[in-house]
């Protein structure tokens, strides 16, 4: 994502829109009007925007069509698209035959709106408050927060669907903490209500997806430090904000309830206990210091939209499962207990935790320093912590019984590798036994491709689970191509098979192609066709960081889809080899006429592959298809235990119906099996 930039204006309108009308000749009927405006974009302009077919310049064009249209009239039609100097000035017209001034300026308030979910667009009333905030005073201060607030409730949805906005409303409120700090500013309680107000208008869920762009920007939004911390990520800063600015309220006891975060200022002496928000216990004890003490307590209802769910393990995923609570007592305090309610009853192993600024090289993580956990029962959590900040609890998502599905998947995928290394062996030592069939030729050299395929992706498996640092970003990318690579190449190769079994019937055994030019179609096929569907894929989604899943090397399903790279290729594959199969048993059955030598060996050979394909094809169908059933039923323990089940014996299967079965294996067993008896009849008696 761009670097991110001020943001600016409420309606974005540099000035008046105008408006042309006029008569056609020969009759009174009203004419088309013409509408001409201009906004602004706080990003560097570039020449290229004005050329047609250029991303942005479409972007912007389908959007103030689609607006005009759907608002006025549905004749509505962009007239001219200019891009010029200036940051990035656009400049539009549009002809329509339905003008009112009304409709016009809310067709303009939505065109903004949906473009400023992927465009840094310029609204006025933010960028004035932006510039406002760097140059507060203990006179305009007050005056400016109650601007801010009113700005945020009016301007709700604009704010919230776009991350340029929301950023611009981060950086403000840091500038407010900065001057309250610098400052020597006491917050009073209306002080702190809009702050709040604006505050919470940025963690609703509309915000949720702009947020989730945000904390996965590949640049760092940069942010001035406060303090010894050095912010790179806008939730932190967020947060980070609101620390400083809660050190700065009156030392009075007050409370404040706005519609998504609630904050109680108190007194205790000693000990103190409270609930906060039906879903948050806090309880202090052996408090240092003598008199009264004041303590903030800041309770956010939806923080979790905000905050990633990164945690300084950096392992397995995670999910915000409690309110995030924020305290900042007057004192420093060593022994602090929290009690949460936990939002989803279906996550496991809970970890209590705290935000951590400093991890990640500044953008911020969850850490367990100084907690640990004293409960898990009647859906809530109890925490212990020897220090005070933001706490919230991070659970497992659809987790159950993780140490069974490991054990499964290990023996599993370990009973595969081995099944597939003698397949290997078994096939290299037939290889002299082939012949000139080239039906039978080529079914091994699928049969083999096969089963390399699927080696060499189960080995890859095996060391990306049992290394940690292979879930890295940058190799867990690599890792993930190499295996979305030849699980499609296993696929490709068995509609290899299934082609040639096709082929081979219309072919009716005589003629036909070159030993070479089969494999030259067997290999384009089995590799080549994997290898472009895996490089568009890693193309279209690893830009904006939606390749691979969070701690998982494995293709995205939530974000990108990516998984629609396999599961697409592999179920049509699927379909095309059963249509297959029907046709040439259909043939087969209706061919039933003598045949020479020659064509018996044949079609013998075509009755294997016609085995291999009615077992393995379903077969493969129904592991995957259970696979893709893990996502949409996550917490569905059978289904990942069924898929962790049949992934084991896909290679066992190939060694069954691929090799074993083969008449030259049968042959070769039977010899082994004759030389072995003979050589007993010749023993000597006991």
């Known amino acids: 994502m761009r670097e991110m930039q001020n943001l600016t204006t409420q309606e974005a309108i540099m000035q008046n829109p105008t408006t ?30 004005n050329k047609k077919g250029e991303k942005i310049n479409e972007d912007v064009h389908h959007a103030v069509e689609g607006s005009y249209c759907h608002y006025l009239s549905k004749d509505s039609k962009v007239q001219n698209l200019t891009f010029r100097n200036g940051s990035t000035i656009i400049e539009y017209t549009v002809r329509t035959s339905d003008y009112e001034p009304a409709k016009a300026k809310t067709a303009k308030e939505e065109m903004l709106k949906q473009l400023s979910k992927t465009y840094p667009v310029e609204f006025q009333v933010i960028e004035d408050l932006l510039k406002n905030s760097e140059a507060l005073d203990p006179v305009t201060f007050p005056v400016f927060l109650e601007n801010l607030s009113n700005a945020t409730v009016n301007l709700t949805d604009e704010i919230t669907g776009s991350p340029y906005i929301i950023n611009d409303i981060v950086r403000i409120l840091s500038n407010v903490a900065d001057a309250s700090y610098s400052l020597d500013i006491i917050i009073e309680k209306d002080y702190m209500e809009n702050i709040l107000i604006t505050a919470g208008s940025l963690t609703t869920d509309k915000a949720k997806d702009s947020w989730e762009i945000l904390n996965n920007a590949k640049t760092r939004n940069t942010v001035e430090p406060k303090g010894n911390i050095r912010l790179e990520n806008t939730s932190s800063s967020l947060l980070n904000s609101l620390e400083i600015i809660t050190s700065r309220l009156v030392n009075k006891s007050f409370n404040i309830a706005t519609p998504n975060i609630q904050l109680n200022k108190t007194t205790f002496t000693n000990t103190f206990a409270g609930d906060f928000m039906s879903s948050i216990e806090v309880e202090l004890w052996e408090t240092p210091g003598a008199g009264r003490n004041y303590i903030t307590i800041i309770t956010f209802a939806s923080m979790d939209n905000v905050l990633p769910s990164r945690d300084k393990s950096n392992s397995s995923p995670k999910i915000i499962n409690g309110k995030v609570v924020l305290l900042r007592p007057e004192t420093k305090i060593t022994n602090v207990s929290l009690t949460f309610d936990i939002l989803n009853n279906a996550l496991r ?274 592991t995957w298809g259970l696979g893709y059933g893990t996502m949409f039923a996550p917490e569905n323990r059978w289904i990942h235990i069924a898929f962790a089940f049949f992934n084991s014996l896909q290679g066992f299967f190939i060694l069954i119906f691929g090799t074993l079965s083969d008449k030259n294996c049968i042959n070769l067993r039977a010899n082994f099996l004759g030389t072995i008896s003979d050589s007993n009849d010749i023993l000597p008696p006991e």
């Open 20 to 49: 042309e009308q006029w008569t056609k000749p020969g009759n009174m009927t009203t004419a088309p009007s013409i509408i001409t405006d201009k906004f602004k974009l706080k990003m560097d302009f570039n020449p290229s925007f």
């Open 349 to 622: 192993n809970p970890k209590c935790v705290f935000w951590e600024f400093n991890l990640f090289e500044g953008f911020g993580g969850w850490s367990d320093k100084g907690c640990m956990l004293l409960f898990n029962e009647n859906e809530t959590i109890g925490c212990s912590c020897n220090h005070t900040t933001s706490f919230s609890i991070l659970m497992s998502p659809h987790n159950p019984d993780h140490s069974e599905l490991v054990i499964i998947s290990f023996i599993g995928v370990g009973f595969s590798i081995a099944s597939l290394i003698i397949c290997l062996i078994i096939e290299g030592i037939l290889w002299k036994t082939i012949g000139d069939n080239m039906t039978s030729y080529f079914r091994h050299i699928s049969i083999i491709n096969i089963a390399v395929s699927l080696l060499i992706a189960n080995i890859w498996f095996i060391i990306v689970a049992t290394i940690p640092k292979m879930k890295n970003a940058p190799v867990c990318t690599s890792v993930t191509f190499f295996i979305h690579f030849f699980y499609l190449a296993l696929f490709f190769w068995m509609l290899a098979s299934a082609l040639l079994l096709l082929y081979r019937m219309i072919s009716v055994f005589d003629g036909g192609l070159s030993k070479m030019s089969m494999l030259a179609i067997g290999f384009s096929l089995g590799y080549g066709a994997p290898l472009i569907i895996a490089t568009i894929t890693i193309a279209v989604t690893a830009p904006s960081n939606e390749y691979i899943r969070n701690n998982v090397c494995w293709l995205n399903w939530k974000d990108s889809k990516a998984m629609l790279g396999f599961v697409i290729p592999a179920l049509l594959i699927v379909g095309v080899n059963l249509i297959i199969l029907f046709v040439v048993i259909s043939k087969m059955l209706m061919r039933r006429v003598s045949v020479n030598a020659a064509q018996t060996g044949e079609r013998h050979v075509l009755m294997v592959i016609v085995r291999s394909l009615a077992v393995l094809t379903p077969f493969f169908g129904l």
